[in-house]
Structures are given as structure tokens and as C-alpha cells.
């Protein structure tokens, strides 16, 4: 009995000793995997070709968005054949045509402004009309003028290329200041006035107008009252390597752009009920109360001159109402005003000279504005 005892207490020393015990395994019930076979791997979803192209679904809306995601799906295609990369830019000038904004394109030459506001036209079944701002332009050569009629005795108003329902101007920098205070009436109230009668423009009226920052000579700054009548001021930059391949290889045997091809998409119809649909998405007072702060705040901060105005905070409770919408939601979150709000204030604020020396730009003072202010839970 003594000797078992003392058997088991060594084979338990050994065990507490043995720092990696190996356990006993059933040589019979041992499976080892073949050499070849690999494991399996898990099933990774695939995401869409671009994250702001994805419409992410929130349950039921509460109002009917499928003309919306219908109409913009389509616009997107058809935007893509002839565009390649922008996706922020297309979104942004879809949601300035839903709100009824214009907007400024800003970029250096040969990085398709043109080509993106013609296409986005043709994709429209209404009016389009193109105007090449130049230095020696007049008002007249865009209102209209009067014209004498000898049969009547009498002037008649012939209306210049503004009464359209998209008007292009290109490279409107480019013409002298009374040429651009000409603009002022239409951009804001849809209507001229000439010799004392008011003309009334059609549903629907949007400038989309380009502008090159580099070239000084020859051109002359828009003024800030202008400026503000933009809805939205797109910085555009060159293409990636990527996409500048991608433009090669699809251009690489033919230059040409037909644009009578490009099959109409919005009629007027579904403008107007796309408009009256976005008008239902709902804005909570705290998302309200969210955008008057970052539009104050541009009023009181060190380092801003001039800061936006009321018509900003408007703006931007526009665009993000659109911005929902087109991401498939029937109300407003912090991030449709996040990302609507560079390009509502860039071109709206000054900074100071100061802050210019130490080489900020209105991107970095407005990523500090909504960093500050409080997003609303």
C-alpha cells in the first residue's frame, strides 16, 4: 500500500512539474486535414462602385422617395458614361437642381466643367442655353435689348439668352462688373426687368456657371453679393492616376461627344414633383438650431472677416433636406449638414489677413467651425 502511495505522488510531481503536458489523444479518432485543401474563406459582400452612389436603407420613409432614387440612379448612369470620378460634384450639382440652387464650378482648365454642366442639361427635357463670358460683353447681350419694329412704329423687347431654363455661363469671371450685376435680378427672383416691365422666367431657372482661379489678367473678381446668390461653390481638382487612365482608355478611339444621344431623363413634371417631395422630408428644431450655430459661429470666429449670412443658414437647410433624400431618408441627420456645409460657406466667408498669412483657407476654418459646435443627439 505504502509503495502505491508513493508512485502516485511521484506521477503527480512529474505532472505539475512538466511545463507543456501533451494530452493523450485516440491515434483512431485523429483527423488530420489534407496538405492541399486550404481553409475556407469567409464571404466578403461587395460594395457598390462609389460610397456616395450607395443608398442605404433606414426602413420604411415616410413619404414616397422612389422618384427621387428612381430619377437620381438614372442621372448617375447616364452623368457616368461620359464622366469619369467627380461623384461629389454630380451629387452636389443633382442636389442644387432639386433645391433650386445655383451653382459655381471652380477648377482649372480642361478638368470637364463644361463637359459636366452640358451633359447634366441634356439629361433635362427643357431649354439650355450657353453664354461665353467675355471682357467686352454688355448686359444687353444677355437680358435682351429693345428692338424697333417698323411695322408697329413702336421698340419690342428681344429677350436675350438668359430665358432659358438651364443657362451655362462659362467662364464668368470673365466679363466686366456691370455685365455681371446683370445677374443679380434673375439669379434671385427668376425675373428681369427692362424699361419698366417685369418678365417672369420659366419653372425651372439654374445657372451653372465656371470659373478659372488661376488666370488674374483679364478677369475681374465676382462681387459678394453675387457670390451669395450661388448656392453652392464646387472646388474641383484633377483626376486621380486611375481615373486619368480610365479617361484615356475610353477616349482612346473616339474624342467625340455626341450630346443629341444622350437620352433625357427629368422632365419638368418630375422636377416639380421632386421638389414637392423634398419639401416634406422633416428637420428637427435640433438640427435647425445645429445650423444657425455653425452659420453664427462663421460671425464670431478670430480668424473670419466676413461671415455668412442668413441666406447661408437657408441654403444649407435646403441642400441637406435634398442630401436626405437622395440618400433615401425622409429626414435630416448631422451628416447632411456636415456635408453640405463647405460648399454652402467656402465662397461665402473672408477670412482675415492674418489668417491668410498663416496660410489657412476656408476648408480648414470651416472643418474647425464643425468640429466646435455641438451635433445635436
Known sequence: MEENKNNENENLENENTNPNPVPATNEEN???PPVNE????????I???HESYATPSFGTPRIDLSIVNQKVTQARAEIAKYLIGQYEMVDLLLIGLFSGGHVLLEGVPGIAKTLTAKVLAQTLSVDFSRIQFTPDMMPSDIIGTSVYNMKDSAFNFKKGPIFTNIALIDEINRAPAKTQAALFEVMEERQITYDGTTYKLDFPFLV??????IEQEGTYRLPEAQLDRFLFKINLVHPTLSEEQEILKRYKNNTRIDFDKIPSVFTKTDLEKIQETIEGVRIEDAIIKYISEITHETRIHGK?????SPRASLSMLKASKAMAAIRGRDFVIPDDVQFVAYHVMNHRIILTPE??????????????????VEVPR
Open 208 to 213: 451653372i456657371a465656371t470659373q478659372n482661379p
Open 30 to 32: 485523429l483527423v488530420v
Open 304 to 308: 473670419i472677416y466676413l461671415g455668412a
Open 355 to 372: 489668417a491668410e498669412m498663416e496660410g489657412m483657407d476656408a476648408m480648414l476654418v470651416i472643418q474647425e467651425i464643425i468640429k466646435k
Open 47 to 49: 460594395p457598390p462602385s
Open 38 to 45: 486550404t481553409p475556407e474563406m469567409p464571404k466578403v459582400e
